[in-house]
Each structure stands twice: as C-alpha cells, then as structure tokens.
C-alpha cells in the first residue's frame, strides 16, 4: 500500500471515525478491530489492448466490507488515482451510509484505475466489461449490488447489468442500480443525492431556527450533487449566493439563478462567466459567511486550516469525506452544525435500493413516489441521528457514526461466527 496516497488518509479518518464511534457507544474493541478490516477484497487484472496494438493493462478493485445488514451494496469509480485505501473507505463508509439510512445492504466499492476522459467510448465498455466478468462470480443481485461513482454513469451501468445478464443467461436488471430509466432505471435517481442533501440541509435549518427562505448557500462542487442541491434549495427560496467547480467561483449576493448557470455551465463547461456574477478564488467560497456550505466535489478539503476560516452555519456534506479528522475537531469547536456524509449523501444509495426493490418486483414507480418515498427516509434518518446526538451529548458525526456502527455492531454480534 502507498502510504502517502489520499486514499490512505481517508482510510485513517475513516478508521478513526469508527473508532471514536465505537468507544462513545461502549461497543467491545473485538468488534472495532473485526470491522476495522473488510470482508473481502478483489483485485483484478484488466487488460486492453489499445488502438495502436499496444497492450495496457488496468487494475480494478471491489472491496466488500460487510454483509452484516445485507447484501454488499456500492459505486463503482474510474479514476486514474484510485487505489485500494481508497475504495476501502469507501466501502466502509457505504456499511455505515446504508446502516444509518436503516437500508437492508451492507457496505462495498469498487475502481478501476483509469481516467475515462481519455478513453474512446470503445474502450472504456471493454474495460467495464472484462472488470465485470472478473467480478461476476462475487456480484449478484442478493450478493453485491454495484452502482454509478465518481466518473461512471447510467450507460456503465447498462453494460455492467448486461456483461452478468449474458454470463448467467438471463436478465437481472436487479444487479445493478444506476441503470438508464428505460432499462429497469429509477425515476428521480440522478437528483435523488442532491435532492437527500436539500432535505438535510432544510431538516437542519428548521432544527437550528434558520428560515430556510433567504438562507444563504454556497456549493463547492457543480456536478450531479452540487447542481441537484442547488436547483431544490433555490425553489424552496434558499440564496444560492457563490458555487465553484475545477476551473472556478462565482459570486452574487443577491443569489444565483440556479436554472439559468445549469444552462450556462452546459454551454460553457464552467460556471465561470455567468451573467452578473463575480468571480472569486475557489478557497474563499469555502470561508466565505452564508448559513449553509455545502462541499460537494472532493475529498479531504476541509481540512484544519480551512476549518478556522469557515463561516457558515451548517455544513452539509455532499461529498464523500470532504472534512478531515483535524478539520471536523475544529469546526465542532466552533459550534458548526455537521450534516456528515453518510447522512447528507445517502439520498443516492436510498433511491437506488427503491431501484433494487422495484426491479425485484419488476415494477416501475413515478418520480413523485420515488422522491416522497427518499423524503421520508431521509427525515426519519436526519431525526435518529438528532435523538443520538441529543442523548449521547457529541456533536452530528459522531452521532451517525454512533447510530450506524451500532447496528452493524448489533447484527455481527447476533449473527456469531460461523463456520
Ligand atoms: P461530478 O463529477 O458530477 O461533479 C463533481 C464536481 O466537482 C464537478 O462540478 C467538478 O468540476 C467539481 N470539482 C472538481 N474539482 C473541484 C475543485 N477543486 N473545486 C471545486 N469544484 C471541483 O460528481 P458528483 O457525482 O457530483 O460527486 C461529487 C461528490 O459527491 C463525490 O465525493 C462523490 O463520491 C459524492 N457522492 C456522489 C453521489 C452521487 O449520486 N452522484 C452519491 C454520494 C456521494
């Protein structure tokens, strides 16, 4: 393993949240170190065998932490840094992310080590199909359920779903979710994490006396979650006042129209440039004082020095661990309301576990249904995790924490060791 790698230290603040977790819930330290490791890990050899008749040869991972509370459920990423502390971490915060949302999956990722921009579409299907044949004997739709991540979409998806279709010789839509609507998709499943990250954010907001009407947001990040947060909080009458994405930050403070930067970021490729907006450096969006910041793009950003700049009120975390260890001690300090990841970003695994259930049945469900359905999820998960952050007197992250890894900690406990 690399030990500078970022996905070493997410791994580290991982570990460490659990820890913490399990020493506030008295959970004995045999079942911290049982799931300090994952249940299995797969890493697969994927060659391809290039245009110019070159052989190039990628390797791909799929982590299974737990099955405690289902089958194994998670994103596949392409990227060209992923390694395997990365997509450990990630696993485990899917067991975490599913325990909290009371779903019954446990906790898995996956990668492959490439960067899709540079790769024909050809390619980019070979690798996802000999990935997915190297996989197929692990996967299943009551095994291990993939979904889209950072990089992969509805089209990877499609070929994922049809690699293990043709391998067993049949169709199972059911094992994989993230599917394109017409191919066994869900309705609402590519709004639905911005759409979960809203509902928390509205959910704190009401908790904290903030009138979510002229609530001041700013966004880092304007992809899937970011835009999706965007587009809700402003029709519920949030100022969405600055949002960044890798080239840039822009500014209003009045507020951003939401619709019409959707539009310009499609015709531009950035959100620089939009009408009446000033653009600002991408570090000063995160200090900058607004009610609600919401990081949606990356890991690791907030970090201690950030922290001390940080303004807002609540900080929602779209992304998956966009603070660290240092960073989180100090915003709590500060008294900064937490929305942490596993609670505010589970609006995709949600909806992709109504996609699950509705491709069991083989049924189809109208967006509304699939939204109001996500909506009562997510608030019953935003109000557990409130009672516990209440009753065991610590702030929002180690709250989740403490709520997830007890249920996971509870079904490892009943279900023993066997053989
Ligand atoms: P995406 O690729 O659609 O969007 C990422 C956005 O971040 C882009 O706008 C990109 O320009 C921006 N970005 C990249 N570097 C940046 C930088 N230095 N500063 C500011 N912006 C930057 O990805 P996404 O699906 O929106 O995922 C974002 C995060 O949310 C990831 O951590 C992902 O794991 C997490 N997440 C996504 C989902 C989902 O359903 N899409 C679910 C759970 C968690």
Redesign the pocket.
């Known amino acids: 393993m690399n030990d500078t790698s970022i996905g070493t230290v997410f791994l580290e603040n991982v570990l460490g949240n659990v820890k913490n977790a399990c020493e506030l819930a008295n959970i004995p330290v045999e079942i911290y170190e049982f799931l300090k490791r994952p249940k299995r890990i797969i890493i697969v050899s994927i060659p391809l065998r290039a245009r110019d008749g070159s052989l190039k040869n990628f390797i791909g991972y799929r982590v299974q932490h737990s099955d405690a509370l289902g089958p194994y459920k998670g994103?596949i990423?392409y990227y060209p840094t992923v390694d395997l502390d990365e997509v450990t971490a990630?696993a485990m915060l899917m067991t975490y992310?599913c325990a909290a949302l009371s779903l019954p999956f446990g906790g898995a990722k996956g990668g492959v080590a490439c960067d899709p921009r540079k790769l024909s579409l050809e390619d980019l299907e070979r690798i996802t199909r000999r990935y997915t044949y190297m996989i197929s004997s692990v996967i299943g739709p009551y095994v291990d359920i993939p979904?889209?991540?950072?990089?992969t979409d509805a089209r990877v998806m499609a070929w994922i779903m049809d690699t293990y279709s043709q391998l067993v010789g049949r169709q199972v839509p059911e094992v994989v979710t993230?599917k394109p609507v017409y191919l066994g998709g869900c309705e609402g499943?590519?709004e639905?994490?911005?759409y979960g990250t809203f509902i928390t954010v509205r959910e704190a907001c009401k908790l904290l006396g903030i009138p979510l009407k002229g609530a001041r947001v700013a966004i880092?990040?304007?992809?899937?979650?970011?835009?999706h947060a965007a587009l809700h909080l402003s029709s519920f009458g949030a100022k969405v006042v600055a949002v960044?994405?890798?080239?840039g930050?822009i500014y209003r403070k009045e507020g951003l129209n939401v619709e019409k930067l959707i539009e310009h970021?499609k015709a531009t490729g950035?959100?620089r440039g939009f009408q009446d907006s000033t653009p600002i450096d991408?570090d000063e969006?995160l200090g900058l004082e607004v009610d609600v910041l919401i990081p949606?793009?990356?890991?690791g950003?907030i970090n201690k020095e950030v922290a001390e700049r940080v303004r807002a009120k609540i900080v929602a975390e779209?992304?998956?661990?966009?603070t660290t260890i240092e960073g989180n001690k100090v915003l709590q300090e500060k008294g900064v309301f937490i929305v942490p990841?596993i609670l505010a970003?589970?609006?995709?695994?949600t909806t992709s576990y109504l996609e699950w259930i509705q491709n069991l049945q083989r049924e189809h469900w109208p967006r509304e249904k699939v939204l109001s359905t996500l909506e009562e999820k997510m608030v019953k998960a935003f109000n557990d995790a409130v009672e516990t952050h209440r009753r065991i007197e610590a702030g929002m992250r180690d709250a989740v924490m403490v709520l997830a890894v007890s249920r996971v900690a509870l079904a490892i406990q009943t279900l023993g060791i066997w053989p």
């Not at 960044?244 to 080239?247: E, P, V």
């Not at 949606?296 to 890991?299: G, H, I, Q």
Request: aromatic share 4%; hydrophobic share 35%; proline share 4%.
């Open positions: 994103g990423r990630l992310k979904a889209p991540d950072v990089y993230g499943r590519e639905a994490t911005g880092q990040g304007f992809g899937n979650v970011g835009r960044s994405d890798s080239k930050a970021k950035e959100v991408g969006l949606a793009a990356l890991e950003v779209g992304a998956n661990g966009p990841d970003n589970a609006g995709g695994v």
